[in-house]
């Protein structure tokens, strides 16, 4: 599918919506901390910020991200930022059943986070990872 140029494998992950207990028990525990900050100081400001603080912190689990694979690489466009990675730099793939990482090294380093892609599969888990792997494959092969 991807082999031909101008074909796209798009998909989008949303963990809030596909995990609803999780997500009401995430809201709790930051609606609470949001209060004991307004008790603490006083300040619905404060609260506010550190309501945005915590959202932000964890917008790839509240907001959806979207997902590309194309025969060059892949795309992911998170809440806060976008990023593209071509198959030739990509060395390893590891994943769960919820996610995966895509790292420009063969082992696993402590510079992964800045140099790796999360990615998230949503409900097409099987289908990305053997996309994945296939272009990785062929990738080495060539």
């Known amino acids: 599918m991807t082999d031909e140029p101008n074909q796209v ?10 995990r609803r207990a999780q997500a009401a028990g995430a809201l709790g525990v930051i609606v609470g901390f949001c209060g ?4 603490a100081f006083g300040s619905a400001g404060w609260a506010a910020v550190s309501l945005a603080v ?6 790839r689990f509240f907001f959806p991200s979207r997902f590309e694979i194309d025969a060059e690489g892949i795309t992911a466009r998170y809440p806060l930022r976008t990023m593209r990675r071509r198959w030739i730099e990509l060395r390893r793939f590891v994943h769960d059943r919820n996610g995966g990482f895509l790292s420009t090294r063969a082992r696993s380093s402590r ?7 999360h990615i998230l599969f949503g409900a097409k888990r099987d289908e990305v990872i053997a996309m994945i792997n296939g272009l990785l494959r062929r ?3 060539a």
């Open 36 to 39: 004991l900050v307004y008790l």
């Open 139 to 141: 990738e080495r092969a």
């Open 9 to 18: 494998f798009a998909w989008r992950a949303h963990p809030a919506r596909e």
């Open 111 to 117: 510079m992964d986070a800045f140099q790796g892609m």
């Open 54 to 59: 915590l959202l932000g912190s964890l917008s």
